[in-house]
């Protein structure tokens, strides 16, 4: 059975373009979340959505990032415009429901130059 | 002052050794995760728990609510063993599905 898939595995953009990572969680899977990890403040939950619902997306750090789940096997995570801070390890997971064990995607690496 | 916070930040231990890695928190929570990083960046739920103790394998997670605290130990440890392990919490509080992580502890066991 297939895990999370996350796509594209690495990303190398220039300041200013548009970036789109996208995921699909697991079938059956009712909860889909998006963390970015990076170094300085390891790993971060941008937003998370129930039933294709987002329920909470505080964590979203300003309005040049936005997600959406038009259907429960795809989510994409948008970033416009992208700037170098935005450089990091993005994950996508899915659990059957929030309150459950979260199975992890392999991660997006984006670099913004 | 963080949320989460793991001890120790790194540890180095030869094959064979017990290990034990530390999770304190300071909200209350309704669950309490362990996850391990490879090194390759690939990460995997070890643990699940909201109190005493569940085992898999080499691996043993305990938790002791009224303490605030958890430990991960690992029993006769490998150098596949070798990765960040990473606590993370429900805040009871918060939304369901908001994980609080620290900041990991990497592991590195030699042969």
């Known amino acids: 059975d297939a895990g999370v898939i996350q796509s594209p595995r690495h990303e190398v953009t220039e300041m200013g373009q548009e970036v789109t990572l996208r995921c699909k969680p697991i079938?059956?899977?009712?909860?889909l979340f998006w963390y970015r990890q990076t170094m300085m403040r390891g790993l971060e939950l941008l937003i998370y959505?129930?039933?294709?619902?987002?329920?909470?997306d505080s964590g979203m750090p300003e309005d040049r990032f936005s997600a959406k789940m038009p259907n429960a096997s795809f989510s994409t995570l948008k970033i416009q415009p992208s700037e170098p801070r935005d450089s990091a390890v993005y994950f996508c997971a899915s659990s059957r429901d929030s309150y459950n064990e979260q199975f992890f995607g392999p991660g997006t690496r984006l670099t913004v130059l | 002052k963080n949320e989460v916070e793991q001890s120790p930040q790194n540890l180095t231990a030869q094959e064979g050794e017990f290990i034990t890695i530390n999770c304190s928190y300071s909200?209350?929570?309704?669950?309490l995760h362990w996850l391990q990083q490879h090194p390759g960046g690939g990460i995997v739920s070890l643990f699940m728990l909201s109190s005493g103790k569940k085992k898999h394998g080499r691996l043993i997670a305990t938790i002791n609510i009224q303490e605030k605290h958890s430990s991960l130990h690992i029993t006769a440890s490998h150098p596949r063993d070798s990765a960040v392990y990473i606590c993370?919490?429900?805040?009871?509080?918060?939304?369901?599905?908001?994980?609080?992580f620290g900041k990991g502890t990497k592991l590195s066991v030699k042969p």
């Open positions: 959505f129930n039933n294709n619902v987002p329920i909470d």
């Open positions: 993370a919490v429900r805040d009871y509080g918060g939304s369901q599905g908001n994980l609080i």
């Open positions: 079938s059956g899977h009712n909860s």
């Open positions: 909200v209350g929570i309704s669950a």
